[in-house]
């Protein structure tokens, strides 16, 4: 399993335009022991740094956002010899409100992810992509029920995607979820998500 330790700064820095940074402890847990004869417990902590930026266009149910995220060292588990590099990753992406009433908001976001490292020469650019999209209905900014789909043809991975979020005051749990889908390595993967905002 891996496992972060987050705290996140955000600001408006324009009528327009909004800004945020983020640093975060990470943790990663790959085996009980290391493997035959090598040093190392099979676990790791690293730290690392996420950017982003989001503009309102003027019609206001449309946002756009930009974010770049696990800007770090590498992440050593045996030893600094066989370091490995962090996910880095560009994202591109937007957010339109479907509906938004004082009761019921839904909204639709998609995204266009791309990794930093190993990257890898391709006739096919647009296949090293991987492309999000999903729905969020939500209830008196309560209860938000989700849904998405996935889409890496570089990682042969097509697979759809469910989640829950609970929102009290200022505290807000999400669960997401990846269903069966065949050989993808991703498939049954729960993920949990615990934010207090100040």
Do not use: C, M
Request: net charge negative; glycine share 10%.
């Amino acid at each position: 399993f891996d496992g972060a330790l987050s705290l996140s700064y955000a600001t408006r820095l324009s009528q327009t335009l909004s800004g945020g940074l983020t640093g975060k402890i990470i943790y990663s847990r790959l085996a009980d022991q290391g493997a035959g004869a090598e040093i190392g417990s099979g676990s790791a902590t690293a730290f690392a740094i996420d950017a982003g930026i989001l503009y309102q266009t003027p019609w206001d149910p449309l946002t756009f956002g930009a974010a770049l995220s696990n800007v770090g060292p590498n992440i050593s588990y045996i030893d600094a010899q066989q370091s490995d590099p962090l996910p880095r990753n560009l994202a591109l992406g937007f957010g339109l409100k479907l509906l938004d009433r004082p009761a019921f908001r839904v909204l639709w976001v998609g995204d266009i992810n791309r990794e930093l490292v190993d990257l890898t020469d391709s006739d096919n650019e647009l296949a090293q992509n991987i492309y999000n999209t999903g729905l969020e209905l939500s209830y008196l900014s309560t209860l938000a029920l989700r849904g998405g789909y996935v889409h890496d043809q570089d990682g042969d991975i097509k697979v759809f995607t469910a989640g829950i979020g609970l929102s009290y005051q200022n505290v807000k749990i999400d669960v997401a979820y990846i269903p069966s889908t065949g050989d993808s390595p991703l498939s049954n993967t729960p993920r949990y998500s615990l934010s207090a905002r100040f």
